[in-house]
T-cell receptor, first 114, second 112 residues
């Protein structure tokens, strides 16, 4: 099946740093979603985006629906230790009336700098 | 208590046995999904259902079966035909297809 290209695969953060990650697709998407998953738990929805160019915030998190509809970005400002986890992007597209499924990236693993 | 309930949290089975994972929701969502998660693989879609008594195969349906007899319930059976069943299984629901999906807490299946 199709996959999204999510990067970086992993990154280390120091408390207080800003963090950026992104997802790209070769196809146009109508919906972008961002999730966070803690170890051993199910992913939790952080932000949903439905319109090209849309910029949405949820506390210290900000996500954008790329203007080309082929990418999305997630930024975390002033990171704190509880931001550690795996972040997934997900997108969906419609083909002329036929609905596709949500497609997930492989995740960005956020860890604390030793 | 509202939401999506997956049970059990941990499940151990012997090789060759079928096993059924439970997923129940009280969110009145039409769409329900099953995903499989392996380390470094992200989420892969096994089956999905848009309405009661209807379900479709996802990307990795071989060795799995589902039913959707009630709106609230979407159990997943991992059959002996699944060659590598040890994984973390996630159930999700959505108001309808391609809207936000909400996940349960997952079931970790280990086959020995």
């Amino acid at each position: 099946g199709q996959q999204l290209n999510q990067s970086p695969q992993s990154m280390f953060i120091q408390e207080g740093e800003d963090v950026s990650m992104n997802c790209t697709s070769s196809s146009i998407f109508n919906t972008w979603l961002w999730y966070k998953q803690d170890p051993g738990e199910g992913p939790v929805l952080l932000i949903a985006l439905y319109k090209a160019g849309e910029l949405t915030s949820n506390g210290r998190l900000t996500a954008q629906f790329g203007i080309t509809r082929k990418d999305s970005f997630l930024n975390i400002s002033a990171s704190i230790p509880s931001d550690v986890g795996i972040y997934f992007c997900a997108g969906s597209m419609n083909y002329g009336g036929s609905q596709g499924n949500l497609i997930f990236g492989k995740g960005t693993k956020l860890s604390v700098k030793p | 208590d509202g939401g999506i309930t997956q049970s059990p949290k941990y499940l151990f089975r012997k090789e060759g046995q079928n096993v059924t994972l439970s997923c129940e929701q009280n969110l009145n969502h039409d769409a329900m999904y099953w995903y499989r998660q392996d380390p470094g693989q992200g989420l892969r879609l096994i089956y999905y259902s848009q309405i009661v008594n209807d379900f479709q195969k996802g990307d990795i349906a071989e060795g799995y079966s589902v039913s959707r007899e009630k709106k609230e319930s979407f159990p997943l059976t991992v059959t002996s035909a699944q060659k590598n069943p040890t994984a973390f299984y996630l159930c999700a629901t959505g108001r309808r297809m391609n809207t936000e999906a909400f996940f349960g807490q997952g079931t970790r299946l280990t086959v020995v």
